[in-house]
């Protein structure tokens, strides 16, 4: 089985490489291997490579940026999957994409469901929105993953790495409350990617039923103060160095941004379990392990 990954040098793809591996011979392309914004250099390198599975990890995510940038971030979010789309359906290939938690609005206090009405309240959310989309209505066998406050040792940066270089720097730090999500470990996002696929991939038995959107986090709840708590709680432990003696609460006001956020973006995974056959593991779990990577990887 031949599987194209997209978007290797982020996060996500640098914990999907040797994933994927396993199941198949890998071609991994980054931002200089295949230039998301050239729709004509998309489809020349799908043809050149006729993988069997195409897997997009890539996308624009300077959510603030986003919205002095809706152009590009269309171009990225939502052109290039669907060209994706269109050129698997041609090779009779399968595509796994990863979408986003701000397809919703964050008004609910539930977690959400695929099912539930979607309303992106930023132009990054309206992009990924569209990209599904697109993707829905190109190409028969696949599968979307929507996914949520993702973090890992690979790519430039997230919340955990940035929570860590502020706690070396500084005694106090102030974090948002009032956003409530769920904080999802990379490896464990790729390892459900890569069961995503063997669900769709040419020998699985009922593609059909697979294909459709997919949500997957870690499991649990928590605000983004309580997430940094938690990050320096289990940073001491396997001594990081830290200088920072408090963190305090604040709502999103004190805080502003240019796009807004969801306030409550908890993905149901209910529907994912069933497939997979399997829960997520908690988010806890998932930061201690990628705390000990990081150490390891100093």
């Known amino acids: 089985m031949r599987i194209l990954l997209i978007g290797k040098d982020g996060?996500?793809?640098?914990?999907?490489?040797?994933?994927?591996?396993?199941?198949g011979t890998v071609?991994?392309?980054?931002?200089e291997g295949l230039n998301l914004a050239n729709p004509d250099e998309i489809r020349q390198t799908l043809r050149d490579l006729q993988p069997h599975v195409v897997v997009n990890a890539?996308?624009?995510?300077?959510?603030?940026?986003?919205?002095?940038?809706?152009?590009?971030?269309?171009?990225?979010?939502?052109?290039?999957?669907?060209?994706?789309a269109e050129i698997s359906q041609e090779l009779g290939a399968?595509?796994?994409?990863?979408?986003?938690?701000?397809?919703?609005?964050?008004?609910?206090?539930?977690?959400?469901?695929?099912?539930?009405?979607t309303h992106p309240v930023s132009a990054y959310g309206r992009s990924k929105l569209l990209g599904e989309s697109g993707i829905q209505q190109a190409c028969d066998?696949?599968?979307?993953?929507?996914?949520?406050?993702?973090?890992?040792?690979g790519g430039k940066g997230n919340f955990v790495k940035t929570m860590l270089r502020l706690g070396a720097e500084r005694e106090e730090l102030r974090v948002v409350v009032d956003q409530?999500?769920?904080?999802?470990?990379?490896?464990?996002?790729a390892q459900a990617i890569a069961q995503f696929v063997l669900h769709?991939?040419?020998?699985?038995?009922?593609?059909?039923?697979?294909?459709?959107?997919?949500?997957?986090?870690n499991s649990g709840a928590i605000s983004w103060y309580d997430f940094a708590i938690a990050i320096f709680e289990e940073?001491?432990?396997?001594?990081?160095?830290?200088?920072?003696?408090?963190?305090v609460p604040i709502v999103s006001a004190e805080y502003p941004t240019l796009a807004v956020r969801p306030a409550y973006s908890v993905l149901s995974d209910q529907k994912t379990a069933a497939l997979l056959g399997n829960p997520a593991a908690h988010w806890r779990q998932g930061l201690r392990h990628m705390l000990k990577q990081l150490a390891e990887s100093a």
């Open 11 to 23: 996060q996500l793809g640098h914990d999907l490489s040797p994933v994927l591996t396993a199941l």
């Open 27 to 31: 071609v991994a392309v980054g931002r």
């Open 58 to 84: 890539a996308a624009y995510t300077a959510v603030d940026r986003a919205e002095s940038e809706p152009d590009l971030a269309n171009a990225i979010n939502n052109i290039a999957p669907t060209i994706m």
């Open 94 to 117: 399968v595509l796994v994409h990863v979408s986003t938690d701000y397809v919703f609005d964050g008004q609910k206090n539930t977690p959400y469901r695929e099912t539930d009405p």
């Open 141 to 153: 066998r696949h599968i979307i993953v929507r996914t949520a406050w993702v973090y890992g040792v």
């Open 180 to 189: 409530v999500g769920t904080p999802t470990w990379s490896l464990d996002l």
């Open 200 to 217: 769709l991939c040419p020998s699985a038995a009922n593609q059909t039923a697979a294909t459709g959107i997919y949500h997957f986090t």
């Open 235 to 247: 940073a001491a432990a396997l001594g990081f160095p830290l200088k920072v003696r408090r963190v």
